[in-house]
């Protein structure tokens, strides 16, 4: 707890070094080997706060999203360009021995980042990401068949104040158990670019990183949220990621989708032991 505490008051009393891409935001936290903490869909790179106190003997990097956060929307195609700026800046910055950190589509960047950048990335640990979400969401749908436009996609863009409140809550309620983080999780949603949310999760919809998992070399470590479905989202993602070598499971009992919010001592206890596996 005083190691905690220290390093708490450190951070107040040393400004945080940002870096930027034109598609993210990278904010970095302490001196060693680097972690690069990649959030889900809608989330800014403070999701990772809890985790990352508890990590001061790792450089900890903390991405936020084009569309996110404090960070301006771009044009779109939107996932592209994440994806661009990161194998960017990974290798402006020469990181070496990299672990990654990928919570929902920050998995798939990770599983993306893994794949091309093989002798930098060592580590990836994959916290509830599906390779490919259409494929459970949307069976037998191809990307080709998802657009931008769309009368669905032009009704959540002109939801009003209290329609958008609705749909959040229940977004929240889904992913997330304590209602405390609910709370916090409504706020970034609530804060992102309108048009990022919409149309950035038509991109999600559309990846399918399957393809990738054989060309991956680094040490995967898979998180599985055991609610709502149980031991059926274990056994979604074995078949999901049946083309990954280097790999194993973890299933996080009584936690939703936000595993790191809903068991944060459990998460942080697992990937310290990843760290030094």
Same mark, same amino acid.
């Given at each position: 707890?005083?190691?905690? %505490?220290l390093?708490?008051?450190?951070? +107040?009393?040393?400004?945080?070094?940002?870096?930027?891409?034109?598609?993210?935001k990278?904010?970095?936290l302490?001196?060693g080997?680097?972690? +690069?903490?990649?959030p =889900?869909f809608?989330?800014p790179?403070?999701v *990772?706060n809890?985790?990352?106190?508890?990590?001061?003997?790792?450089q900890?990097?903390?991405?936020?999203y084009?569309?996110? =956060?404090d960070?301006?929307?771009?044009?779109?195609?939107w996932y592209?360009k994440?994806?661009? $700026?990161?194998? $960017?800046?990974?290798s402006?910055?020469?990181l070496?021995?990299?672990?990654?950190?990928?919570?929902?589509?920050g998995?798939?960047? &990770?599983l993306?980042l893994?794949?091309?950048?093989?002798?930098?990335?060592?580590?990836?640990?994959?916290?509830?990401?599906?390779?490919?979400? #259409?494929e459970?969401?949307m069976? =037998?749908v191809? &990307?080709?068949?998802? =657009?931008?436009?769309?009368?669905y996609?032009?009704?959540l863009?002109?939801? $009003?104040?209290?329609?958008?409140?609705?749909?959040?809550?229940?977004m929240s309620?889904?992913?997330i158990?304590?209602?405390?983080n609910?709370g916090?999780?409504m706020?970034?949603?609530?804060?992102?670019?309108?048009k990022?949310f919409i149309?950035?999760?038509?991109? +999600?919809?559309?990846?399918d990183? #399957?393809?990738?998992l054989?060309?991956?070399?680094?040490?995967?470590?898979?998180?599985v949220a055991?609610?709502?479905?149980? &031991?059926? &989202?274990?056994?979604?993602?074995?078949?999901?990621?049946?083309?990954?070598?280097?790999k194993?499971?973890?299933?996080?009992?009584?936690?939703k989708?936000y %595993?790191?919010l809903?068991?944060?001592e *459990?998460?942080i206890?697992?990937?310290k032991l990843?760290?030094n596996?």
């Open positions: 707890m005083k190691k905690v %505490i390093y708490l008051t450190l951070l +107040l009393a040393i400004p945080l070094i940002a870096s930027a891409q034109s598609s993210i990278v904010q970095s302490g001196n080997k680097p972690i +690069l903490f990649l =889900g809608a989330t790179g403070e *990772w809890e985790t990352t106190t508890e990590l001061p003997e790792f900890s990097l903390m991405v936020t084009a569309g996110f =956060g960070v301006q929307p771009v044009e779109f195609p592209e994440l994806k661009t $700026d990161l194998i $960017d800046y990974i402006e910055q020469n070496q021995d990299l672990t990654i950190v990928g919570h929902s589509m998995g798939n960047l &990770a993306e893994a794949s091309t950048l093989p002798s930098q990335v060592k580590k990836v640990l994959i916290v509830d990401a599906l390779a490919c979400m #259409r459970l969401m069976p =037998g191809p &990307a080709e068949a998802l =657009g931008y436009d769309s009368p996609n032009d009704q863009l002109a939801m $009003d104040k209290d329609a958008q409140e609705s749909y959040l809550v229940q309620q889904g992913m158990s304590s209602p405390d609910q916090k999780l706020e970034w949603m609530s804060k992102a670019d309108r990022t149309f950035g999760y038509v991109d +999600l919809l559309k990846l990183s #399957r393809p990738l054989p060309e991956i070399k680094a040490k995967v470590m898979i998180m055991d609610q709502p479905f149980g &031991a059926t &989202a274990l056994e979604n993602m074995k078949k999901q990621y049946k083309g990954l070598e280097n194993e499971f973890l299933l996080a009992k009584d936690s989708h %595993i790191m809903d068991q944060t *459990w998460f206890d697992q990937l990843f760290l596996k």
